[in-house]
């Protein structure tokens, strides 16, 4: 029996996904991409989601944050402090952005890694910056 290795995918790689999941950023991101500004593509997906939660397209937020819990999962660490970095760290803009029942639901669907790390930084925060 073959040792199936699991493929990692690392910046290029996760460009090359972004570019498929977010078809409408993908000029933006093969700009960032040529200035090998990775975080920069991260940044440019949670503006892009930032906008939907405007129009209240919860539905579609929650698909992109799963694909982006794919590309986490999947990426190499790099990839990952980058995603938990900017992706993860944006979801406390998300929560003030959306009304309860609706932060609920990007809650509820959101992947486990990323409820996991979420509560991790808002208890972090809390100590840090005193808040409670």
């Known amino acids: 029996m073959k040792n199936i290795e ?10 090359e996904h972004l570019k ?3 078809p409408t950023l993908q000029q933006e991101i093969v700009q960032l991409s040529a200035q090998n500004n990775f975080a920069g593509a991260i940044q440019a997906t949670i503006n ?3 906008n939907l939660l405007q129009e ?3 539905n579609i ?4 944050i799963k694909m982006m819990g794919w590309l ?4 190499t660490q790099t990839v990952k402090q980058i995603i938990e970095n900017l992706f ?3 979801f406390t803009s998300f929560k003030k952005q959306t009304d309860t029942h609706q932060w609920n639901i990007l809650y509820q669907y959101m992947p486990v890694s990323f409820q996991r790390i979420y509560v991790k930084q808002v208890k972090m925060d809390e100590i840090l910056f005193k808040r409670h």
């Open 72 to 75: 986490y999962v999947n990426g």
């Open 48 to 50: 892009h989601m930032k």
């Open 20 to 22: 498929v999941f977010y």
């Open 88 to 90: 993860v760290r944006s």
């Open 6 to 15: 699991k493929k990692v995918i690392n910046e290029d790689g996760a460009i």
């Open 61 to 64: 937020v929650n698909h992109n």
């Open 56 to 58: 209240s397209k919860i």
